[in-house]
């Protein structure tokens, strides 16, 4: 998704945000990045620009996402921060929770200006890519 939307207007619909969002001509996108040793520092997806980055949670479950997943997310991105300087610009936040999210959780998200996405909103955004839908899991 973020190889195919390089550079392009995308409707913040797909991320459950009230504005479009430039997405970033990134450089690299790594899945599976540690920030350092210890739980909670290990992120599903990084992908940077140069002094633009994104980082991505991904939570696939049947159940909501709760809040204290929306707190190691702010976390990571505190790790971020502080790894980066004054050599980042802009910082995105995504959370893919498969099943949604809890409604503490979305005053989190809400609260800390972070991009979410359900299943549904994300198989639309890949077929607004041209890419294929997630496989159906049980």
């Known amino acids: 998704i973020l190889w195919n939307n390089q550079n392009k207007i995308v409707d913040g619909k797909y991320f459950n945000y009230p504005k479009t969002i430039k997405m970033p001509n990134f450089i690299y996108i790594e899945q599976r990045t540690r920030l350092g040793s210890g739980s909670g520092k290990e992120i ?10 994104w980082i991505g949670e991904s ?6 996402v709760g809040k204290n997943v929306i707190k190691n997310l702010i976390q990571q991105r505190s790790l971020v921060k502080e790894r980066r300087g004054d050599n980042l610009r802009d ?3 995504w959370l893919f929770a498969s099943s949604g999210v ?3 959780a979305k ?10 996405s359900t299943k549904e909103d994300l198989n639309d955004l890949l077929i607004d890519s041209g890419l294929r839908k997630l496989p159906e899991i049980d």
């Open 91 to 93: 910082l995105k936040l």
């Open 44 to 53: 599903d997806i990084f992908a940077s620009s140069g002094p633009d980055v």
């Open 102 to 104: 809890t409604e503490n």
């Open 59 to 64: 939570k696939w479950m049947k159940n909501s």
């Open 107 to 116: 005053r989190m998200i809400e609260d800390n200006g972070i991009l979410w």
